[in-house]
């Protein structure tokens, strides 16, 4: 299994920017993809997950700015950004569950699948 993100860039505060997840190895369907972000300096923390049935989760610090989408289809999932801030900076890791998970879980713990991450930098 392989997660490949793609997306990250510089912008500036107030910006949007999408970042794209493609699982190649196995399907989507069945289970449950997320994105993750890991700031200098500090620990890695849920950003936001969806099932392979549309059920979304969003931790408080996006929730109205983030959207996660998923392509069962595609086997891809992607991660829509708006009204970014520099605390936004992070690099941003996709993960992947195994199958069975019918729930948009917030534990890294249950992701045993993960991409090689990508950068995010917001300016002020």
């Known amino acids: 299994v392989q997660l490949q993100a793609s997306g990250g860039g510089l912008v500036q505060a107030g910006d949007s920017l999408r970042l794209s997840c493609a699982a190649s190895g196995r399907t989507f369907s069945g289970s449950a993809m997320g994105w993750f972000r890991q700031a200098p300096g500090k620990e890695r923390e849920f950003v936001a997950s969806i099932t392979s049935s549309g059920t979304s989760n969003y931790a408080d610090s996006v929730k109205g700015r983030f959207t996660i989408s998923g392509d069962n289809a595609k086997n891809t999932v992607s991660l829509q950004m708006n009204m970014l801030k520099p605390e936004d900076t992070a690099v941003y890791y996709c993960?992947?569950?195994?199958?069975?998970?019918?729930?948009?879980?917030?534990?890294?713990?249950?992701?045993?699948?993960w991409g090689q991450g990508t950068l995010v930098t917001v300016s002020s």
């Open positions: 993960a992947a569950t195994g199958y069975g998970i019918n729930r948009p879980v917030r534990a890294p713990t249950l992701y045993p699948y």
